[in-house]
């Protein structure tokens, strides 16, 4: 039997968990504080993050603005944190810098040997697997293989987690790899891909992608802290879709171009070198998760998709068929004038 509680470390008033949220003015962390907020587990929400505190907290939501590389740990002791997650990145293939993941990875477990939380969550990506060519479903022990970049330093950063446990092995370690995350909160490179008027795609037969709706992703890291279950879990809603599906839906102009073109397409949307993801990506099993901490997804791939562009109103129009058809190979292969 789970033990759905926050309560077992350390507490503030009431026996309430106080629960930390490295990244929290934003994204997955914002919406991690939100479901936090009206839990009646938790004591005091600790926020960590960059940029100045967010309109609309929480009362029990208090601030420290910190960047990647700053020390956080006397406030870490001070609140005597029960549980802390690091979600700065959301697992987001083309973040801005990610070359400060190691660097915020190492000031957040800095700030954990100081308070010895129970529970350490880690928010990593799925693109530590590497894009691969044949598209085999992969589970947690599948080999890492992520290339420079954002994947690199996420694989990097895991280690350090490791490391951080292997001295006390009382903690109980998640590292949470999402897929792709959509919805109105992320900004995301399949987000910043999505606002072109014209969306390039490689020639090569269009591949499948993975998606995970911005609310399944933060309940599932509400739900890993609850149960306390141990491991890494892969994240990724039930279903596929592709790249040209997803410019048709939102009415885009689907153009297919050589290797060499569909990369200037990605530097332009500032992922240098991370094309080959979207030309073999990987397809990731969530088994685990479902089976061990009983969690379960309220959208699939497609619903995800859908629901995130129904929550915008200007640049992602809304279509109500997913998969229409694709575009013809004359369109699909024309220079867009």
Not at 190 to 217: G, K, S, T
């Amino acid at each position: 039997m789970f033990e759905f509680s926050l309560t077992d470390g350390s507490s503030d008033v009431g026996g309430r968990a106080t629960v930390a949220v490295v990244g929290s003015g934003a994204g997955l962390g914002r919406l991690l504080v939100e479901l936090l907020a009206d839990d009646p587990l938790c004591g005091t929400i600790l926020g960590i993050d960059a940029r100045p505190k967010p309109l609309g907290m929480p009362a029990n939501y208090v601030h420290v603005q910190a960047g990647p590389s700053e020390s956080y740990a006397e406030h870490f002791s001070t609140h005597e944190v029960g549980c802390a997650v690091h979600a700065e990145f959301n697992g987001a293939l083309g973040a801005d810098d990610p070359t400060q993941i190691v660097p915020s990875t190492e000031r957040f477990l800095e700030a954990c040997r100081v308070s010895t939380p129970e529970v350490v969550s880690y928010v990593s990506s799925a693109a530590v697997y590497g894009p691969l060519p044949d598209q085999d479903l992969l589970y947690e022990g599948a080999l890492l293989q992520g290339k420079p970049g954002l994947p690199a330093q996420h694989i990097a950063a895991e280690s350090l987690c490791f490391d951080y446990v292997a001295h006390d092995p009382n903690v109980c370690l998640q590292i949470v790899r999402p897929c792709q995350i959509v919805g109105r909160d992320m900004d995301t490179l399949l987000a910043r891909m999505l606002q072109r008027a014209v969306i390039f795609v490689p020639r090569e037969p269009a591949v499948a992608l993975q998606l995970v709706h911005q609310d399944d992703a933060a309940r599932a890291l509400l739900r890993l802290l609850r149960s306390r279950c141990v491991g890494v879990f892969n994240l990724a809603a039930d279903g596929v879709v592709t790249l040209p599906q997803l410019a048709k839906l939102c009415e885009r102009r689907v153009v297919r171009v050589p290797r060499f073109l569909f990369r200037r397409f990605m530097r332009s949307v500032g992922a240098d070198g991370l094309g080959d993801y979207f030309r073999e990506p990987w397809l990731i099993a969530s088994v685990k998760i479902k089976t061990e901490a009983l969690f379960m997804f309220r959208y699939d791939g497609a619903e995800a998709f859908l629901d995130s562009l129904e929550e915008e109103t200007e640049d992602l129009p809304t279509s109500v068929v997913l998969g229409a058809s694709e575009p013809s190979d004359a369109e699909s292969q024309a220079t867009p004038t």
